[in-house]
């Protein structure tokens, strides 16, 4: 059994396993298997055995071996002929090992790379004088991270990389370090047919599930926003993206010719379409048509280093919003018993801090805007670390009916729906759509997936529904270009409508699992960011926060504005949690409050005036943050103060920044103060 942590020393442990049966086969020249040339005994291997999956970028093919093309006699013995034989053939650089997921099966690729961060506190010194301890050779200094590092073993280490990762981990001063591990990376994917933007009529059937863009194209169509695609490569000659590419890259091959390469590099150019397409006539339109165009391809693996080098050029050359339909692979929507829809996927620390790094140093500070495909497994977000991750936006997909396209993924993480191709399912009850799908642009040529044509009807799944969210995100940075990522997504929250609401279960905040806050309306949208940009004015009257504060000791004090309650407590009492309102009241501003727990974590009020926060006397707070909603709002801002248990000063914050902390650990909260101020006319 060999191991992988994701975050750091006390994070996930992945177990990986032995294939008994797999061998990995990589090509000189990294050539498709099938187009390798090998020798008789090679070629006799290859077509004995069954590729269960494939790495194209790499020239890798993972193939379970036989004996004679008896898949049932497949073990060790034979795995091992095939590897001895395999290894003779000229044109075959290695034929090695396979690991796999101990819990799903998952085939996992690992290489004699490792990512490897220290403390910040380290100096570039001993960051370098460890890396030489294990004999590592640095690759990269990652810009992403503080003494972030991309190191390799030595030709021929193998297996052992996984003991070195352990014991670079159990140093002092690093705070993650991992094998560079390597899964299939699997799609998010399935005029007047452009039934998502618009009311239309298709075989004689109206079609009313549309999102509302042309009320958001009388303000803008994305121009002076880019829009970066990381995806397996976008067509740049196509003529509905002439005259806006810039900065496109491939990470995998590290060059600046992001066409697509492979014969199925056909995905990238769809999407770029959903989110950009210019709408020439009998063409296709994106929802921002006038956006920029920013294609990366990415062909590596999941988990790859190529993976978190996406975002970080990305970032680099100034996308403002990221649209990744992608993810790890889905079970079958269909099979309720299919293992893979219950296998949990968690974010490597390298793709993770590099997403970290698009968040908080994109635009300028302000944060790129992430969008993932929900996914298209019938499954729970949970499973997909990608997807799920805090800060980026998860997108499901409805139908041309208004309901849950039947393979979409769903769960908390899910933010928004956006429309999409559908299927028919008689098991499920579930009805034939009208429509084909999306229709979008294609790949040039015979290649596509409509061959011959420069578009393709059909495209669908949550591949096709984040490309179009993303675009619609370029209209909302256009009228506001001065919009966080976080406050991007905050308005998408308050710009969905609501639908299916028998079969939604929407919950009381009006959350649903499987449809987000509801299906985007793209003019609601831009009109939030219109407003959230307009000069604010004095507020018409002064209000005040009431409420109380609970404390361990059982008892509540009264919250008044701009005191700070249980400071003067002698000893100091821990608070457990918060009742605050606004008063007097007023259906145009609430007040929201969030707290972070000792034990229960980050909870919100479920509405004005509700407890939220700790029940068990022996826990406390650790942070809080206090947030203004309602149609008044953008005339106040919201001020809090926290003391820390040890520290001299008080904490402070505004307008929904955690005062205190939202991690898991942090100093305890003994007094918090709350007051509202009314924000002065601009000139």
């Known amino acids: 059994m060999y191991k992988v942590k994701f975050g750091g020393k006390k994070g996930k442990t992945i177990n990986l396993m032995e294939s008994p049966d797999m061998v990995a086969i990589r090509t000189k020249g990294n050539k498709e298997i099938g187009e390798a040339s090998l020798n008789r005994n090679s070629r006799a291997i290859i077509d004995d055995s069954q590729e269960v999956a494939a790495f194209p ?33 000229e044109n075959i650089r290695f034929a090695g090992r396979v690991l796999q997921d101990a819990e799903s099966g998952e085939v996992m690729l690992y290489t004699e790379n490792f990512f490897v961060k220290f403390l910040d506190k380290t100096s570039e010194q001993d960051c370098l004088a460890i890396i030489e301890k294990y004999h590592l050779k640095v690759k990269s200094k990652l810009v992403f991270a503080t003494n972030a590092y991309f190191v390799e073993a030595s030709e021929g280490t193998g297996l052992e990389v996984f003991n070195i990762a352990e014991k670079l ?56 926003i880019t829009i970066a695609v990381i995806d397996d490569g976008v067509d740049l000659e196509h003529p509905e993206f002439a005259g806006r590419i810039v900065h496109p890259f491939d990470t995998t091959l590290n060059s600046p010719d992001s066409n697509p390469k492979l014969s199925d590099d056909n995905h ?77 996927t968690p974010l490597p620390d390298s793709t993770r801090l590099a997403m970290e790094y698009a968040l908080t140093k994109g635009r300028g500070g302000k944060g790129a805007v992430i969008l993932f495909a929900a996914g298209n497994g019938n499954e729970d977000t949970a499973n997909d670390g990608y997807s799920s991750y805090a800060g980026v936006i998860s997108v499901a997909a409805s139908n041309d009916s208004g309901k849950r396209c039947v393979y979409s993924d769903f769960g908390k993480a899910v ?49 096709a529904a984040c490309p179009g969210m993303a675009g619609i995100v370029a209209l909302m940075l256009a009228v506001n270009p001065n919009l966080k990522a976080a406050q991007v997504k905050d308005l998408i929250r308050l710009s969905c409508m609501r639908i299916d609401e ?36 004095k507020p ?54 969030k707290v972070n727990g000792s034990s229960a974590g980050i909870a ?3 509405q004005e005036g509700a407890y939220v926060g700790e029940t068990d006397a022996g826990r406390h707070l650790i942070g809080v943050a206090f947030t203004l909603e309602g149609a008044d709002a953008g005339g106040y801002d919201i001020y809090y103060a926290a003391r820390l248990l040890g520290r001299k000063t008080l904490a402070k914050a505004k307008n929904g920044v955690w005062c205190g902390t939202n991690k898991k650990t942090g100093k305890t909260v003994e007094a918090v103060m709350v007051e509202v101020k009314g924000k002065v006319a601009k000139g």
């Open 57 to 89: 970028e790499a020239g890798i093919s993972v193939r379970r071996v036989s004996a004679e093309g008896d898949l049932e006699s497949a073990g060790p013995r034979q795995r091992d002929a095939a590897r001895a034989t395999l290894k003779q053939d």
């Open 169 to 224: 981990l159990e140093e002092k001063q690093v705070e993650y370090c991992h094998p560079e591990i390597v899964q299939e990376r699997r799609f998010k994917g399935v005029h007047p047919l452009q039934w998502h933007l618009t009311q239309t009529t298709i075989n004689g059937r109206p079609v009313n599930q549309h999102i509302n863009i042309e009320a958001a194209w009388k303000h803008s169509k994305g121009k002076g």
């Open 268 to 344: 990238g150019t769809a999407c770029a379409g959903v989110a950009c397409a210019s709408g020439l006539p009998d063409g296709a339109s994106g929802t921002a048509p006038e956006a920029l165009l920013m294609p990366v391809r990415l062909r590596s693996g999941l988990g790859s280093m190529a993976e978190a080098n996406a975002f970080v050029w990305a970032t680099d050359k100034g996308a403002d919003v990221i649209s990744c339909s992608w993810g790890p692979t889905d079970g079958e929507w269909w099979n309720p018993i299919d293992p893979v829809r219950n296998r949990a």
């Open 415 to 463: 933010w928004v729906c956006f429309p999409s191709a559908d299927y028919a399912w008689r098991a499920f009850q579930h009805p034939a759509p009208i429509s084909e799908g999306l229709r979008t642009t294609d790949r040039r040529g015979p290649g596509g997936y409509a061959p011959d044509n420069n578009y393709v009807n059909s495209f669908g799944g949550t591949s």
């Open 502 to 537: 028998k079969g939604g279960e929407y919950d009381a905040k009006g959350h649903s699992i499987y449809y987000g806050y509801g299906r985007i309306d793209a003019g609601l949208a831009v009109e939030n960011a219109r407003k959230a940009a307009q000069p604010t004015v």
């Open 540 to 593: 018409a009257a002064a209000v005040t926060v009431e409420g109380v504060v609970a404390f361990n000791s059982g008892k509540e004090v009264s919250l008044q504005s701009g005191v700070l309650v249980g400071g003067d407590f002698k000893p100091a009492r821990r608070v457990l949690g918060l009742r605050v309102q606004i008063k007097p009241a007023s259906a145009n501003l609430k007040i929201r409050c």
């Open 604 to 606: 919100e009020s479920a």
